[in-house]
């Protein structure tokens, strides 16, 4: 078995997580992370080291570099996971950590790799604070069974870190009525998961993020999310409001 995905997670206790779980890292305009760093300083609080984990982009140090110069604005000071010796025993010198976005199969396969999954799993779920964004969302989750993304690599299982206990869909598009494509919409992939699945699963309009504090689930941003859950219509929740009922694992 796989550490990723164990027999109990749904006896996992989750009750000290604190994640701040974003759809996207830029939004069309702005800059990288401008417009939730307000919320990420907010977050943090007195966290000033922030270990980064770049494994969702092929360009670590590129992508390194970008996070550190986003973090410097907010006063902290980023090292991050590529640089490490030994990344799982950074975790333990960070005060906070951040996974960036890109490829969430190329992501979670390095974290199984390096040792990170069980190690940020281990401190988050003792309360260090967990910033994610995009594919760093989607690992926050029970699975990545939710991503956009293709699988250009297989990792051992498509279990996360399951800090909370449901799923999340980042970048959620509603169908443009004025289309001619004829694929799948987005909607029509999350029912399709809910064929196969029962755990709900979090759609995340670009602008929408969602903090989560113990027991509390507060949906944040300038953006709805669209919440699917199987066998129900989807419904539709406007920042902020509370969305705590996610965290009880009986909500399906």
Request: charged share 20%; aromatic share 8%.
């Amino acid at each position: 078995m796989f550490e990723g995905f164990t027999d109990d997670a749904g006896q996992r206790d989750r009750s000290k997580v604190r994640a701040l779980l974003i759809s996207n890292s830029t939004m069309h305009g702005g800059g990288y992370l401008q417009h939730c760093a307000a919320t990420i300083r907010d977050f943090l609080g007195d966290a000033r080291r922030v270990l980064f984990v770049p494994y969702a982009l092929h360009d670590h140090a590129g992508y390194a570099r970008k996070a550190k110069a986003a973090f410097a604005a907010l006063g902290c000071e980023v090292t991050s996971a590529h640089e490490a010796s030994d990344p799982a025993a950074a975790v333990d010198d960070a005060q906070a950590v951040f996974v960036g976005g890109g490829n969430t199969f190329r992501l979670l396969k390095a974290l199984y790799d390096t040792g990170l999954l069980g190690a940020i799993r281990r401190r988050a779920l003792a309360g260090m604070p967990y910033v994610g964004s995009s594919a760093g969302t989607n690992v926050a989750t029970v699975s990545i069974r939710t991503t956009n993304d293709m699988p250009i690599v297989m990792p051992p299982s498509f279990g996360a870190l399951d800090l909370v206990p449901f799923q999340i869909n980042p970048h959620y598009l509603d169908p443009d009525p004025a289309s001619k494509h004829m694929g799948e919409t987005r909607e029509e992939r999350l029912r399709q998961f809910h064929e196969e699945h029962a755990t709900p699963a979090l759609g995340l309009r670009e602008g929408c993020m969602l903090r989560v504090e113990g027991p509390t689930a507060t949906l944040l941003g300038t953006t709805d999310a669209r919440l699917f859950r199987r066998a129900q219509a989807p419904s539709e929740h406007r920042p902020p409001c509370d969305l705590s009922f996610l965290l009880d694992p009986a909500f399906v």
